[in-house]
Structures are given as C-alpha cells and as structure tokens.
C-alpha cells in the first residue's frame, strides 16, 4: 500500500447533521464549513474562558480567523448564501489541505469558487487559506477577508489598523469571556494579480476585522485570493498581539506557497509512520489513516496545553468536555505519539509537568502527601474544573496513575534519562507516594477502597482491579526509573507492589471489584482485560484465559461506548480468535465511524447515551492505534533492547497477514515495526 494514506470520499452538497470539517495543527484548530468564507469555529490551544451554563474554566471559541466575503455589485454571498451551487468538499490527508469548492451566481455571473484551507506545522502559528475564482464573463469582483469576531463570546480589547500596523491588514487582542485568558490575531490578505484594496478596518465595538477588495475579473482569467492569520495565546506569550505581528510578518515574508511547501514536507514525514496493514479492505485501512491523521495533527510541539479528548475540534452543539485534559490523552494518546511524534509526545507530558504545584495541592486537600492529579484538567490552570460536584473527580483514582506510566513510558521509549530525571521521576515519585497514601493495610494486602475504575457507578465498589493493575505497572516502572537514574526509591514501594490485592474468583477469573458480578450495572465493561493490555498486567495463563473468556462474551453489551472497546482486537487475538478480532475491529471502533471525512465518534450512533454526532473522539483514535502498534503486535515496553519488547507470537484479525510500519522511533532512532501473522515474534528493525 505504500506510504500515502487512503484519502475519504469526495463530499457533494450540505452536510446536514454532519459534523464540519476539521483542520488542525495542534495549536489550532478550526472547523471549516462547506462554504469556507462563513465562519465555522476557532479553538486556540490554551486560550480559556468562563463557561456560560457551567461557571468553570473552559476551552472557548475565538474568533474565527478565515472568514471573507464574495460579491458583485451589492450582491453578496453572506446576504443571499442561497445563492450557492454545486458544494463539493474533499480533504488530502497526505498533505492535510482541505478543498472546498462551489458556484456562487451572482447579477447573473456564475463565479466559480475553489478554496484551500490548512494549518501550518512548520509554523505552527499561522493558518492559511487560498481561493481562486474565476467567471466567464468580465466583471468586478468585491473581496472581503474578515476575521470574524461575532462567532466567539468575549470583546476586543486592542485593536491596531491601517498606518498603525507595520504588516498585513490588522491586529488584535481578544479576551476571552471572564477575562480568564487572551489571544493576539494578525491577519494579512493578498490578491494575485493585484487588486485595489479599498480599505481596511473593523465594525464598531467588537465588530469584524476586515479587508475589502476590488477586482476586476477577466472572462477565463483566474485571480487568487490569500489569507493568512497567526494566533498566539496568552499562555505563550505576556503580549500575544504583539507576537501574533510578528509571526505574521514571518508568514508573509515566507509566502503561502513557501509554507505550504514546507506543511507538506512536514506531513510526507509524519506519512513515513503510516501503519499499513496487509489483508486489510480498504475501508479498514482508510479508518486507521484517519485516525493516524486527526491524532498527528491535533497535537504539536507547540501546544501549550495538551490537548482535549477532541484534539481541537468544537461545536456548538456538545460540551466537549469544556477542553479539558482528561486521563485519556495520557492513557490511549501518550503511547502511540511516543512512537509517532515523539516531540508531540513531550508536549503534552509537558503539560502535567507545568502543573506539579496543582498536583500537589490538590493531594493536599484531601490529607495525602505526594501528587494527586485531577480528572479534568483545567487547559490553563491545570487545576481540577469538573462540572457539578464532580464525583468521578472523587472516586477515580486511576488517572494519576496513567499520568505517573506516561512519563515511565517516555523514558523507556526515548532513552531520555536527562529528561526523566529532571521532569518525570518527581512525578513518577510524586504519585507513587500518593498511591501508598491513598492504599488501605488489610489483613488481604493493601487495597483501595470504594474507588471507579472506567466503569464509573454512583456507589463506588472496593478495590477495583483495573486500578490496581495500574498501581502495580506504575510502581514497578517507578523502581527502573529509580535504578536507571540512579535515584533513592523508598523500600515502601517494594513492600507495597509485593502486597498490593487484587480481586481473583475461585474459576480464575480476576473480576472487576470485590463483590463483582457480570450483570451488574455496567457490568460488561472489560476493564479487568484493559489491565492485560495495555497495562501488561502479570496474570497467570488460567487467570488470563478464564477472564478473556468472560468478558469476550459480553461485548455486544459494551459496544457503543467510548474508549475501551478499540481494544477488542488485542483481547481477542490474545484468546486466539482471529474471526471475532475482525469483527471486533469492525464492531469496537470501524462502527464508530460517521459523517464527513471519518471523524470517529465518541459514542456509536446507535449507543442509547449518544446525544449528537461528537468527533474526531481522541481516546477511540488512540485506543485504536496503540492496539495496532502494540497489542497486535504483542510489544510489551520496558527499558531492555527493544529487540526483546515481543513478547508473543503474533495473531492477526482474520484475512490480515501483516502489519507493518516503514518508521517509528525509538531511543532517538528510527525503526522499522514488522508484524506477520503467525510470526512467533514481532520485529524491531533499523529503518
């Protein structure tokens, strides 16, 4: 197949319930509608305001920075969009360009419409949109590009045109609603050939920022219409206006074509890492390239905050979990980037490590030492911000865990001991202190009383296994980290990983808490199969197969749901069965799949908790590509040769014959992944 992913389907007409499309770079993010110039919805990593129904720190629209205008006359597109014909939309993720195109008749003068739109990753500032329209009948074309500041809750609180700007058409300071955060706007417009710029300036108040144009338009003579932007958040810099000036006149010196060039330089790079599964139909393999493509470019080397369990995608119509970073990106995301987009990978650790203070207090005020992290992480605070009086907050102690194996994974997989011992050991540390705070001593071990696992139930059971699973992977990482940096563990862990209970049946079964049983409310929930993968949990072989046994079975009960069925897979093809990993990789993640341009969903349509179409739902899209990078291919990551990380033989869903990825990294080098069906090892090989 090749290094170049396998595009979606060409999209014709209105989207109806659809969700738009969404262009991303990992700082921004936008939603595009069918017709481009309206403006869709702009998410800027780290820029937070009050939520309007729910009173705490969330991720918030800004304004949207690609918006413009088209007319003849005093005919305009936005006054009579009915106006608009012959939408098509396609999107290239070889190069992440989306086209949007569509025919505008105007006084009798079709214009013919066609529209690029990306997000830099060679400047990750920037976004950047190129139209070029064409008539067959002379006339004079009106062009207005517009930063459109109606579609965000907030004010402008500086704004800069005219003489008064040193580049492009003007500038701005938006302050997010509750004045939590800011972000500085500078947009630049350019005709080719040349036009009459008739003027440039804003509305009263908090009006738009726009650019208009005059153009005469030659019958068969395209002219190309070029916006670009540079958004910069206050959490990057103290005078985001400022800097967003200054990264603009970086873009424009450069040119669209020059940064377009470079994005898709960037992206045939980020391509070598495609996993190409061999066998695969081609539907198959065009759901785990998109998921490929929406995981690599919601996340970037610049993102200040993470990122949320929709990359930077929002719209009106769902919380979105307010934008906050939840245990899932650490858990599902982390891993698979490590190998990927390993910088990528740092920024979102980095995340958690600019926030150890917050972990810290939030320990604190529950009487414990070391660090607590919390369930939804405020982007810009990193403080604890979930709604309502929060009770996952209270009982899922899980997440800090994921938070603690993130960092010992980064170190394992990259090498970095300067970084691991500078950054992630006072974590690692920090919630291994925690946990031996948080555990109770029993005459059973120690054990973790009325705690969630990702079931999460109103009347929280004892010592749910998923959890301590989790607790014994993260204090056996913590103690090699501790010997590879050469740093003092406290003899407390050892005696408490060697005590730690986990709930077992007569059967061998390992349930999912003391008291389980199967038809119980959420009871399907194959959270005990999660320890085995990813956690790598040491179950015996009776232990393992008794409760792959039991909760296979009950798939069709927990189906639907987010996150944990994209496992299905690898829990399969541990118990053997290749017929039902397929059908398992079909029911557990390619059914989550709907609307335009692949954006899997969080919930299956036909899931009773859907509420509406919400994607592209990162904990799914990284569920699914670390079963295809690692429990497929049964790696298992520790800091010996990474020659040794197979640790089985390899099965494949049926009518797969390999898996193979030409890169990914590994101690600061590139590899080669290969796994055969059948093949009693997976391969680590030079690239």
């Not at 045109?161 to 417009?189: F, N, R, T, Y």
Request: charged share 20%; hydrophobic share 40%.
């Amino acid at each position: 197949m090749g290094s170049k992913p396998c595009n979606p389907a060409v999209e014709h007409g209105t989207r109806g319930s659809d969700l738009p499309a969404y262009v991303a770079n990992g700082l921004i993010g936008l939603r595009v509608r069918e017709v481009p110039f309206l403006a869709g919805a702009a998410i800027l990593n780290g820029v937070v305001g009050m939520h309007a129904d729910e009173r705490i720190e969330a991720a918030v629209p800004i304004p949207y920075p690609l918006a413009g205008d088209i007319g003849l006359g005093e005919t305009w597109l936005s006054e009579q969009p009915w106006a608009v014909t012959d939408l098509r939309q396609s999107y290239d993720f070889e190069t992440a360009e989306l086209t949007s195109a569509f025919t505008f008749h105007a006084q009798g003068v079709p214009l013919r419409v066609e529209t690029t739109t990306f997000a830099s990753r060679s400047d990750a500032t920037l976004v950047l949109q190129q139209t070029l329209v064409s008539a067959d009948a002379d006339c004079t074309l009106r062009w207005r590009a517009v930063v459109d500041t109606r579609v965000a809750p907030g004010r402008v609180a500086e704004r800069l045109v005219g003489q008064a700007e040193p580049v492009g058409d003007g500038s701005l300071l938006w302050m997010a609603e509750g004045g939590l955060s800011s972000c500085g706007i500078a947009c630049h417009s350019q005709c080719a050939p040349p036009a009459k710029a008739c003027r440039s300036g804003a509305a009263q108040g908090s009006g738009p920022l726009f650019a208009d144009y005059e153009i005469e338009l030659k019958a068969g003579r395209p002219v190309y219409l070029t916006q670009i932007a540079a958004l910069v958040p206050s959490i990057a810099h103290r005078r985001p206006r400022e800097e967003a000036v200054r990264r603009l006149a970086r873009g424009v010196r450069l040119g669209f074509d020059k940064l377009r060039e470079k994005n898709r330089d960037i992206w045939q790079d980020i391509w070598r890492g495609r996993i190409v599964v061999h066998g695969a139909s081609r539907r198959h393999q065009s759901l785990i390239d998109a998921g490929f493509f929406y995981l690599n470019c919601s996340m970037h080397l610049a993102s200040p905050a993470a990122t949320s369990m929709f990359g930077l995608a929002s719209w009106h119509n769902y919380h979105y979990y307010y934008g906050h970073v939840m245990w899932d990106i650490d858990a599902f995301c982390v891993p698979p980037l490590l190998l990927l987009q390993p910088d990528a990978a740092r920024s979102l650790l980095d995340f958690r490590a600019r926030h150890v203070e917050a972990a810290r207090r939030h320990a604190r005020l529950d009487g414990r030492s070391g660090m607590r992290f919390p369930w939804q992480a405020a982007p810009l605070s990193g403080e604890e911000a979930a709604p309502g009086d929060g009770p996952a907050a209270d009982y899922a102690a899980h997440l800090s865990l994921h938070v603690a194996r993130a960092f010992s994974l980064h170190a394992e997989m990259t090498g970095d001991h300067h970084y691991l011992r500078n950054t992630g050991w006072p974590i690692i540390s920090g919630v291994s202190d925690w946990l031996s705070d948080r555990v109770s001593i029993t005459k059973r071990g120690a054990e973790m009383l009325a705690i969630n696992g990702p079931a999460e139930v109103p009347e929280p059971p004892d010592n749910d296994s998923f959890t301590l699973m989790a607790a014994a992977d993260v204090l056996t990482r913590a103690l090699r980290a501790a010997k590879a940096i050469g740093a003092e563990a406290p003899q407390s862990w050892r005696q408490l990983l060697d005590r730690l209970y986990q709930p077992r049946r007569s059967d061998g079964v390992i349930p999912s808490h003391d008291g389980f049983h199967i038809s119980e409310p959420k009871g399907a929930t194959p959270s005990p199969l999660a320890g085995f993968f990813p956690l790598d949990y040491p179950a015996s072989r009776r232990e393992r197969e008794a409760t792959l046994a039991l909760f296979l079975a009950r798939w069709r009960d927990y189906v639907g749901s987010p996150m944990l069925p994209a496992f299905y897979p690898a829990w399969a093809a541990m118990a053997g069965d290749r017929q039902l990993a397929l059908d398992l990789f079909e029911e557990g993640y390619a059914a989550y799949d709907a609307g335009r341009f692949h954006q899997c969903l969080e919930y299956r349509t036909d899931h009773p908790d859907s509420q509406v179409p919400a994607g592209p739902f990162m904990a799914n899209i990284g569920a699914m590509l670390t079963t295809m990078l690692l429990g497929l291919p049964g790696l298992q990551i520790d800091d010996g040769d990474p020659s040794d990380w197979a640790k089985r033989s390899v099965v494949l869903p049926a009518g797969w014959s390999a898996i193979t990825v030409d890169r990914i990294w590994i101690r600061g080098e590139p590899m080669r992944l290969v796994a055969g069906q059948g093949d009693d090892r997976a391969q680590i090989l030079p690239a």
